[in-house]
């Protein structure tokens, strides 16, 4: 029997495991078109923001997303269209970043979001309008109803696209390593970004805060599996980048809310905007002038003073002699 089992093994084509390595790698490629790309990653945590905000109240919100009991006041939030990172966002067919950092803030409820965008034209077109003799009666649209801003946000992306990745070979244990290996390569897709917090009515910075997103990209090729599969193998087939970029922005503001719960203002002797503690030369600050006054001339020494000689100790006295008695002579009558 074994002879026989023997020859029927020698006798089987050395290619006959191939088709089951195929039904093998394209179960896998099956598998895999469930999870091309993983969830985009803010810092440690999950990545993408969603839901909706109305008021103080949220709905389908991040969890990950650091929340405030009490608004900490008005914000408005400028974005730089003239900076290398906004022009960029073209070629990944990305607009502003400002709506989903605006979902974001007032999810969060840390802040109360005023206009300050495009629609801040609208705004002021539509009060020119009820002004004039167009305007309804009871439209209440007098003067002194519009919110100041208390504080200014900037967002600034300071670098994201591809890190470079491994192979999925590394994923799949055994023989479906090489199955891995055929099906294709793991990308990394990475973002960095800032975040400035300003107080409008002084100019002051009062925080900043960087955060970074991630994800891994499953990239799919080999034209003897993939030439069934329906579609492209891509790992995001909407803007991988995009949804990076707002996970580190989300990490970003994580980061802020954090540092401003404990926040303390700086403060500078003398009064913030007075010159500084740093003087120059010649200058009108209270330290420049400090540091232009001439040095102290330094006191000549004393001569150190002639310790006094020690007083001579008394000599000891003497005991005084005593003089014997005088003896009596007697006198003959």
Partial sequence: MSHDLEQATSSRPANAGAPMLKLAAAAVLVLLQGC?????????????????????TAENQ????????????????EEDTN??????LRGYQLGSTVPVLRLMIQQSNCFVIVERGSGMNDMMRERQLMRGEEGRAG????GGQMVAADYLMKPTIQFSGKTGGGSAA??????????????GSVGVNEASTTLLLVDIRSGVQISAAEGTGKNYDFGLFGSAFTGGLAGGAGGYSKTPQGRVIVSAFADSFNQMVKALRNYKAQTVKGGLGTGGRLGVSGGQTPASQEASKPAPVAAPAAPAAKSAPAPKKPAPKKPAATNPPASKTGTGN
């Fill in 62 to 77: 991040n969890k990950a997303l650091e929340k405030c009991d009490e608004s900490l006041g008005t914000l408005a939030i």
């Fill in 36 to 56: 091309l790309a993983t969830t985009p990653q803010v810092g440690g945590g999950t990545a993408s923001t969603g839901g909706a905000a109305g008021g103080a």
């Fill in 83 to 88: 900076a290398t990172w906004y022009a960029a």
């Fill in 139 to 142: 439209s209440n649209y007098g």
């Fill in 170 to 183: 590394s994923l799949l244990p055994g023989a479906l390593g090489v199955v891995g290996a055929l099906a």
